[in-house]
């Protein structure tokens, strides 16, 4: 199977037309839900920027829906116009490890925690660690993870329907 990595504006449009339709009946739950499932994708663009967004979300000030939904929008842009570093694919694969690799084989834990240390030094794609820990993750049935929008879009064009060749 030939892999086409999306382009960064590619993820980024995706990310936005996603918000958008969240915006067309919006509500605190479906902003909850689309910031739920993006998690580990904003963590790779920024850690910072990720709280923030979290902050925003928890809306502490009691704002109306609309001032929350315009805060998330400016928010989400700032956040989307850094660039994601290996460092923090690094971090963010961690963290997703952490998720289910108490529930792993001895063996299957040595498998992703190779991958993750040899993505960091460059000498396997992250594609290839990606399909390793959704396998894995999948058949542990770790249905937050599987819903990790991360997994859809670092990984091929042949499991995006909207940008397929």
Excluded: W
Aim: aromatic residues 10%.
């Amino acid at each position: 199977m030939e892999q086409h990595q999306l382009r960064l504006s590619d993820i980024c449009d995706y990310v936005i037309e996603q918000f958008d339709k969240n915006r067309k009946k919006p509500s605190m739950n479906k902003l909850i839900e689309f910031h739920t499932k993006n998690k580990y994708l904003f963590m790779a663009f920024s850690q910072v920027d990720l709280n923030e967004l979290g902050n925003i979300i928890a809306n502490n000030k009691k704002l109306p829906l609309s001032v929350v939904l315009s805060n998330y929008e400016h928010s989400l842009i700032v956040l989307l116009s850094k660039t994601p570093t290996r460092k923090r694919h690094a971090n963010v694969l961690r963290r997703m490890y952490g998720h289910f690799s108490k529930k792993l084989s001895n063996e299957n834990r040595l498998i992703i925690e190779t991958a993750i240390s040899d993505y960091q030094k460059n000498c396997v794609p992250l594609n290839d660690v990606l399909h390793k820990m959704r396998n894995m993750a999948s058949d542990i049935d770790n249905l937050y993870l599987a819903r990790q929008t991360y997994f859809l879009l670092f990984s091929d064009k042949t499991s995006f329907p909207k940008y397929a060749s």
